[in-house]
């Protein structure tokens, strides 16, 4: 407001400078210009405002007075402006017409009401009245809660054996199986998904097995990165889930480039990729937005907002009303779901998924949800978050047991099924792991291979030196690499 | 000859009249027959023509490439031909395109990547290194990139600190990538074409003020199917008393320093590196072996420069057959000043290098001395 006052000084000056202008817009456009947006006067700085300058309060006397003086510049000007058309109050510009408006107004910073959240299910699991949502049958809700499931209990087993020392590093994605395993089953297997590193789940529907899972952790020969990456960088080209890289959010113009390959190929199929809060700070996010509409790729934006980027609330990550109003930013059609809700966001996936492929554009979906778990291994949240809100987040708004009762609600899961469920799953698991550590490492040549596609002569040299020196000192050399 | 040389110079500009002296004596030395001529952009426009007519999954992607035809006309005439399907015009933001030029060629399409000045790769540098690059060896051989990145490099003339960066050295300690800089039109259409139809990432680093110079091209040359591979220099002057390494403009210099030198008793060998990574070590170590002497002549900055790896290069393999400690020329350590007498002072002129030569050669007094 202050800020205003002082541009309003500027403003007279420019008024008296421009009078023919001002004639022009009073001609075409009765309502005054400086009126009452300022209905709280008190919220102005200094006593100046409290009764406000006669030149700002009092519309007519201003224009009054400015009109007689202009009145003849004024008919010139509309004279040279009359195209038969006063209705359109319409500015050719590059870019496309606009309407003006001669009010003053600065678009708020942040609406009056937040973009509401999509959800289907209540916190209780009983379908909200007067919803829309994809139906689902008995058995892919049972297929999509038996995943979730098995996603919770591979992030705490390998969690643990972390913790234990078994395998270096792991990042769980807890509180977040819903958005996971839900997207992941509106989707086909031929759509393309570039993930940030939170979303196993989508590979685990995709049929990634939790021995290769626990392969690729323990950097073992069966693992199809050949060892190279730390834990849980998974790739499949089988399952077209792109390895993952760790630098935040460059796979969002990627996706966009593999989008915009697919749209060339005229698939059926689009591109879906993943990125939490942090990550839609990065400049890749602004690159990728802006490409996507601009290219008209067929692109699933699918935010997971779960509040934390390690220990960097969202309100210290960005000021607008989350991601999905950045999506509309860019001419991007979005929404606001609630991320725990697992239909609602299998849902959501599923008319953004129509949306991409058959309209050819891109989709923004921001799923609202929390993290529950540490950032990573590495991390201990309750050095920056108080226990009880994980607490709560852990155990009232778990999107698991709320699917879980709407699941029972409809008679097709109970106890004895669930009891059943876990202790397979955690069985399973456990053996994974200690299959895969029993694996013997990738062998020596996986060093030098997939440098390029042809490994070049100065890599075959040091491959061939590094032999000769194995042979001439095996003692130095551990007993678990196979040569 | 050298009648003919002092006519041209007197005539024009330094650059025009220099390398047109040196691609005359390219002709009378290497060509025999009546030779086409033709100037590195067209090289360069003609191979991507061509590449882009054999594979329907090559595209071109970058800042004014299409309507303009290109920053520097490189892409003259591929959006009539090819559609803005194939030629696509993008918002500036090299982070943005480079990143789903990436994720294009992760799905299987070849792009052409095309920074307005490698400059400005740097607002890029992320995806080229730690996805274009690693993204092989990181998915065991899954996600394969082949992706060119292409563009200006190094000096121009007058264009300040932020426009005259070469980043032969940067790009080439990267493993995974592949280097090449090409200097002659030869070497652009052969290279390019190599670049192209590579499966690993390339950064190809063009020249701006060699866009216009004209070279001569034999039918070989002009046939689509011609292809240079990638990892060999070649020796453009054969000598036997020293040996000059260089890329890109530098070739052109280190074969007007070799003729002052051979006036002067001074045979030096030449070698055009074409490619610098992989640096073809063979061939440099192969001419010392021969000469004994080394001088490395780059643009860019000296330490932990392209000359450095050659040196070091050389000192491993080679240790015994030196007979004078290797001289590297390079760019200035400051960033590029704008002022024409300051820029000219800032990057290494042909009597750098026939110092450095005379130097190699123990024909005057040493640096230190004269320090």
């Known amino acids: 407001m202050a800020i205003w006052f002082r541009k309003s000084i500027k403003i007279t000056h420019y008024l008296k400078a421009n009078r023919a202008l001002w004639g022009l817009v009073n001609q075409t456009c009765r309502s005054p210009c400086f009126h009452s947006n300022f209905s709280s006067p008190g919220s102005l700085n200094g006593e100046n405002y409290r009764n406000p300058p006669s030149f700002l309060g009092n519309s007519t006397t201003l224009y009054g007075s400015r009109r007689f003086e202009s009145v003849k510049a004024g008919r010139q000007a509309e004279l040279q402006y009359d195209d038969g058309c006063h209705q359109d109050q319409a500015l050719d510009f590059p870019g ?5 408006t001669s009010e003053m107004r600065f678009i708020p910073e942040a609406s009056r009401e937040r973009i509401p959240c999509y959800r289907v299910l209540d916190d209780n699991g009983n379908l909200i009245m007067h919803n829309s949502y994809v139906e689902m049958s008995k058995e892919d ?11 919770q209990t591979m992030d705490t087993i390998f ?6 020392g078994r395998i270096s590093f792991y990042v769980t994605s807890i509180g977040e199986e819903a958005i996971n395993i839900s997207s992941a089953a509106a989707l086909t297997p031929e759509d393309v998904i570039l993930a940030q590193y939170r979303e196993p789940g989508v590979l685990l529907w995709r049929g990634f097995t939790l021995q290769e899972f626990a392969n690729q ?12 990456q730390m834990p849980i960088h998974y790739g499949s080209n089988k399952h077209n889930y792109f390895t993952i890289s760790s630098p935040i959010a460059t796979q969002l113009p990627q996706a966009v480039g593999a989008a915009y390959s697919l749209k060339m190929d005229g698939k059926d199929a689009c591109v879906v990729t993943y990125f939490g809060d942090g990550g839609s700070s990065e400049g890749d996010f602004h690159a990728a937005l802006n490409f996507a509409a601009v290219m008209e790729a067929p692109v699933i934006f699918i935010c997971r907002n779960n509040g934390w980027a390690i220990s960097t609330p969202t309100s210290e990550q960005f000021r607008s009303d989350g991601i999905v109003v950045k999506g509309q930013a860019y001419g991007i059609r979005s929404i606001r779901v609630d991320g725990n809700d697992a239909l609602a966001a299998y849902s959501a996936t599923r008319a953004a998924r129509e949306m991409a492929i058959n309209e050819q554009r891109p989709v923004l979906i921001e799923a609202l949800t929390y ?18 809100e994980i607490d709560h987040w852990k155990t009232s708004r778990d999107p698991i047991a709320r699917f879980r009762r709407w699941v029972d609600g409809n008679g097709w899961w109970n ?3 669930e009891l059943e469920l876990r202790g397979k799953v955690r069985k399973q698991l456990l053996h994974a792991i200690q299959v895969a550590e029993k694996v013997e490492k990738p062998q020596l040549s996986d060093l030098f291979t997939d440098v390029y596609a042809n490994m070049p002569s100065n890599l075959i040299e040091q491959e061939e030196a590094l032999r000769q020196s194995i042979k001439r000192h095996p003692q130095d050399y551990p007993s678990d690499v196979p040569v | 000859m050298l009648g003919i040389l002092g006519k041209r110079v007197a005539r024009g500009g330094i650059y025009a009249s220099t390398i047109r002296s040196q691609s005359f004596l390219f002709a009378s030395k290497n060509y025999s027959s009546t030779a086409k001529e033709m100037t590195v952009r067209d090289a360069l426009n003609s191979a991507l023509d061509e590449e882009m007519s054999a594979d329907p999954k090559v595209f071109v992607m970058g800042e004014e490439v299409g309507e303009y035809q290109g920053a520097y006309k490189i892409s003259k005439g591929l959006l009539e031909k090819y559609g803005p399907d194939r030629v696509v015009d993008t918002p500036i933001t090299e982070a943005g395109f480079t990143g789903i030029g990436v994720g294009a060629a992760y799905h299987g399409l070849k792009p052409v990547i095309e920074f307005m000045t490698f400059n400005f790769s740097m607002q890029a540098i992320d995806h080229i290194i730690n996805s274009a690059a690693k993204s092989n060896y990181m998915s065991a051989g899954q996600i394969s990139v082949p992706i060119v990145f292409r563009g200006p490099n190094g000096a121009a003339a007058g264009v300040g600190a932020q426009h005259s960066h070469c980043y032969a050295a940067w790009y080439s300690s990267c493993p995974g990538l592949k280097v090449l800089a090409p200097y002659s039109s030869e070497d652009a259409r052969g290279l390019l074409k190599a670049a192209i139809r590579d499966p690993d990432p390339v950064v190809f680093l063009e020249n701006e003020l060699l866009y ?10 002009l046939d689509s199917s011609f292809c240079l591979p990638i990892g060999k220099a070649k020796i453009e002057r054969e000598g036997k008393d020293v040996t000059i390494t260089a890329f890109s403009k530098m070739v052109g210099f280190s074969l007007q320093a070799a003729e002052i030198l051979a006036k002067e008793g001074i045979s030096a060998e030449v070698i055009n590196l074409r490619s610098i990574r992989p640096l073809d070590r063979s061939t ?6 021969k000469t004994n002497r080394l001088v490395t002549v780059e643009e860019g900055f000296p330490q932990h420069g392209v000359g450095a790896e050659i040196c070091a290069s050389v000192v491993e393999d080679s240790f015994e057959y030196l007979d004078a400690p290797v001289e590297r020329i390079t760019g200035s350590d400051v960033p590029t000043p704008y002022a024409a007498n300051l820029e000219r002072m800032a990057f290494p002129q042909i009597e750098d290098i026939v110092r450095a030569a005379k130097r190699a050669c123990h024909r005057s007094v040493p640096m230190a001395a004269v320090a």
Request: aromatic fraction near 8%.
């Open chain 1, 96 to 100: 496309g017409t606009v309407a003006f």
């Open chain 1, 141 to 151: 809700a049972l297929k999509m809660y038996s995943s979730m499931v098995t996603l």
């Open chain 1, 159 to 164: 969690y643990e054996a972390q913790r234990q």
């Open chain 1, 217 to 228: 952790c323990l950097g073992n020969k069966a693992d199809y990165g050949k060892g190279r």
């Open chain 1, 371 to 388: 993290r529950v778990g540490h950032h990573s291994t590495s991390d201990d949240s309750t050095k920056y978050r108080s226990v009880n």
């Open chain 1, 415 to 417: 106890d004895k099924d």
């Open chain 2, 212 to 221: 216009g110079e004209s070279f001569p091209v034999s039918a070989e040359v």
């Open chain 2, 284 to 289: 440099i170590n192969a001419s010392v072996r």
